[in-house]
């Protein structure tokens, strides 16, 4: 039995029990067609010798003597209390003056104070709508539709003012906007805004977006603010669904952008992190893009400290991931680029400590290619690629155009449909290049050789579970399980697997 690489303790506020769950890096949710493992739940007595048993049994009493509170209630947006009024918008005739009930959004939110939860009744909603005050650090103005009803706002009757969208957050802070759908703009959808940086606080959730002639959600020069489970697709063509720019610490969690792009003049992308730091994207899919699924770093400022984990990027026009050249510290890990129109990442000359850890890359021309035609003079620094599967490329798996620095290709398995000259990689294309071989990997390789790069590489078939369905999980016999090396990420068996999915059972 493969031994438990990380436990995660999950107290509950108010409770009187407690469990240990070992989530595997390879079960989270990356779509219910890739991530089909289970979380495993094991009891505290069955961890290990009685003396073991006792003193966790005893750790785990002086816990829940600590352990007061109460859950979040239903309804409430997590980590935000609901402290003031309950405003409500419907059809009719609007309240009296200082009332409850409303038939337009803007009539309510120009009542509204921090604190103050305005609950949206199911309807169609013709108006355009901004906040004309923030909330307040743990009593934000909550903007929600009422669960279980659909509400849409349908900008189709309006023109809305340039960078401006259906719903505007500008210039201000502790704001939640839970439950909309947004149709139908001749401009943007949801627009998040300040012109000094300052504003902070903003939650998104369980918004979608659909149908703009710009982009579907924006989040420009905010700061500590979050998006979850939105939805950003069919902006015309180049538009992003979603669009961070000049942004700080920024979560995009549960999030799905698609078929932006179509129609129109073909370059958006799902997710454009343009310019920003700290900026976190996971568990979101990109697909059906008519560029790349996730693009990082294009502003001239640039992005820096930007993490892609356990990400879906699937059937986009270009590459899966696209790493421009004013990217710094760029993380891609546990994420399946799969079926892109051309390459799984596209690394631009420039771009500096970029990590790969972990993904699975399925079809694709090329698994990685790293293009030296906007900074020749500044070669790629502190690039690893490690523990990752390529699988079906149609080209060359590996094409570096231009010189590079510092980098680690190692830890990997690497198989591709080209036969012939250069068939794995070709390294520094141009006078001068170097080709490789499959049969070059592995120590002692050429590759290992004259590079410095691939000793524990191989080119095998890895043995996915079922990859005409495509599930590319791996099954117990494959090649790539225990294969890769310690990154940082928590594992079962004596190694971590290849892959973005760990094995989780025998």
Known sequence: MRAIGALRLWLWPGTRSIKLSARPSGCAEWGTEFARGRQQTVEAWLMGPKLVRRIFLAAVLSVQLCCMGSPPQAGTPEGFASTGRRLQ?????????????????????????????????????????????????????????????????????????????????????????????????????????????????????????????????????????????????????????????????????????????LGGGGTAQGFLVYEGTRIRLQNCVAEDNVRDGFDIGGGDIGATEVSVRQCVSRRNGEDGVGINSQAREVTVQQCLLAFNGENAVNIYQG???????NNTFVGHVHYLWIDGSDLPERPIADLEVVNCIGYGASSRAIVTVAPLGKVKFDYNCWTGEKRGYGEFCLWEMGPGEKAFGFADLGEGGRWSRLLGQGEHSFSADPRFVDPGNQNFQLTRESPCVDAGTPVGLPYLGRAPDLGAFELTQE
């Open 89 to 261: 918008v419907t059809a009719g005739t609007d309240g009296t003056p200082g009332g409850s009930t409303f038939n337009r959004i803007s009539s309510a939110l120009m009542v509204a104070q921090p604190g103050d939860t305005l609950v949206l009744r199911e309807g169609r909603y013709q108006e355009s709508i901004d906040f004309p005050r923030s909330g307040e650090p743990g009593r934000p103005i909550v903007l929600m539709a009422q669960p279980g009803e659909t509400v849409v706002l349908d900008g189709g009757k309006m023109s809305i003012p340039r960078w401006q969208g259906v719903v505007n957050i500008l210039n201000r802070s502790h704001i939640v906007v839970e439950g909309i759908q947004v149709i139908n703009s001749n401009q943007r959808g949801i627009v998040a805004y300040s012109r000094n940086g300052t504003a902070s606080g903003i939650l998104l959730r369980n918004c979608r977006v659909t149908r703009t002639a710009d982009a579907g959600i924006v989040l420009e020069r905010v700061r500590a603010s979050r998006l979850e489970s939105c939805e950003a697709g069919y902006a015309a063509g180049g538009s992003p669904g979603f669009l961070i720019n000049q942004s700080q610490d920024i979560e995009i969690v549960g999030c799905r952008a698609h078929h932006n792009g």
């Open 351 to 357: 771009a500096q400590s970029i990590k790969l850890y």
